[in-house]
């Protein structure tokens, strides 16, 4: 498993995870998509916006290894603003390929993308 390294762990002075230490031995975590209803708490839209920041300054537009991304925290943005980048894309691997979808982003998150990179 791929350790981002210089990726934040977790949203600051939270308990909001954004990465993983250790695999699991169970077996990954598949990734799914969670729909997003308009009544989610601040806190929850907060953890998503900071979460594809991060994204944004470690990766940009360019595809990235799952590695030790939490797959909760990725599940919120998963089929929207991080889409597979491979096919055939295999949900439950820590090897599998993701971009962000900037277009879909954008409209989501435009405040991640006001300074633009």
Known sequence: ???HRGFPGRLPGTD???TIRRANPKGVTPLT???RFRDRKPADRRADMAFLEALWMQF?????ERGNLDAGRLSWLFGREVIPAEDPF???SYEALLVIDVDTARLSFPDVFDGGR
């Open 1 to 3: 498993m791929l350790k």
């Open 16 to 18: 909001f995870q954004f």
């Open 33 to 35: 998509r969670r729909e």
């Open 60 to 64: 940009g537009d360019q595809p990235f």
């Open 90 to 92: 295999d949900p439950a």
